[in-house]
């Protein structure tokens, strides 16, 4: 069955530090992972999707098919980044059907 | 604000009332999705329509749950003889195609008393 994992639920860093979200997945096809974000207030958004390769905001996610991660990624933490993430799984052939993980809060402190 | 309306935002109701929620996807759109997302939890897949066609419903939708979109605009979500477990944030989201990004609305924040 198909899983998403965040076994974080909150992560603390202080401004200009070094961040990482951790994401793990159990899925029998080839997977295709998403970050989605909830800042206070708004809506649940897209932050990044792996096949794009993108960095946005300064947030990076490499997909590990070894081990199974997709792992969200900043080097410098800025306070307006502080917000819920969730990552996510689409399955194949299910429209667009998306497995989510419990989601992750971070806090960057000034 | 031409994003996903989900009305209402917050619905009280006594244990056993049916309620019904509504969305209005974004015009364009012909897919939408229903997800529930309880505290602590990321959101759950509900049931998906492509235009006016239901295709794909989770287990977590009991038969009390029902949801239409009747001319593959607008969809409503009845939940009947309401639980307590079925207070939740209930979800709406559209997408314009398959592996497009989906767009969410607020939710409806229900609570079952």
């Known amino acids: 069955a198909q899983r998403v994992t965040q076994p974080e639920k909150l992560l603390s860093v202080f401004k200009g530090a070094p961040v990482e979200l951790k994401c793990n997945y159990s899925?029998?096809?080839?997977?295709?992972l998403f970050w989605y974000v909830q800042y206070s207030r708004q809506r649940l958004q897209l932050l990044l999707r792996?096949?794009s390769r993108e960095s946005i905001k300064g947030f990076t996610a490499d997909l590990n098919k070894g081990e199974t991660s997709f792992h969200l990624k900043k080097p410098f933490a800025q306070e307006e980044d502080s917000a819920m993430y969730y990552c996510?799984?689409?399955?194949?052939?299910?429209?667009?059907?998306?497995?989510f993980g419990g989601g992750t809060r971070l806090m960057v402190k000034p | 604000d031409t994003g996903v309306s989900q009305n209402p935002r917050h619905k009280i109701t006594k244990r056993g009332q049916n309620v019904t929620f509504r969305c209005d996807p974004i015009s364009e759109h012909n897919r939408l999705y229903w997800y529930r997302q309880t505290l602590g939890q990321g959101p759950e897949f509900l049931t998906y329509?492509?235009?006016?066609?239901?295709?794909?419903k989770s287990r977590l939708l009991s038969d009390r749950f029902s949801a239409e979109r009747p001319k593959g605009s607008f969809s409503t979500l009845e939940i009947q003889r309401t639980e307590q477990g079925d207070s939740a944030m209930y979800l709406c989201a559209s997408s314009s195609s398959d592996r497009e990004k989906l767009f969410f609305g607020s939710g409806t924040q229900l609570s079952v008393l």
């Open positions: 792996h096949i």
């Open positions: 996510a799984l689409l399955h194949a052939g299910a429209g667009n059907m998306l497995t």
């Open positions: 329509f492509q235009n006016e066609a239901q295709l794909e």
């Open positions: 899925y029998s096809g080839s997977p295709e």
